[in-house]
């Protein structure tokens, strides 16, 4: 083999390597594509669990509420649910 041909291979086998890096799969523009995508995720999945975490407050100030308005009934208006029986002890 003559060194001409072995430059010509080399540089044949370094094209390839390039096209690869930036055509083929796994290359700087689907890199940078894909952390793209990453990030956007991320930040939608932020912004999800903010939502989240809002909702789980307003469903437990909704539970303690509820609990609070009806203990306030019981106790101020004398309210009594279906199928149970008042009982007033003495004071």
């Not at 083929?24 to 995720?41: D, T």
């Amino acid at each position: 083999m003559t060194q001409r041909s072995i430059t010509w291979i080399l540089l044949f086998l370094l094209v390839i390597l390039q096209g690869q890096l930036w055509i083929g799969r796994g290359s700087v523009p689907e890199v940078m594509q894909l952390q793209q995508q990453l990030n956007q995720q991320l930040d939608l999945n932020r912004q999800a669990q903010i939502t989240n975490q809002r909702f789980s407050a307003e469903l437990l100030d909704l539970k303690e509420g509820l609990e609070m308005v009806e203990e306030r009934a019981r106790r101020e208006i004398g309210m009594v649910k279906a199928n149970e029986i008042f009982v007033q002890l003495g004071r």
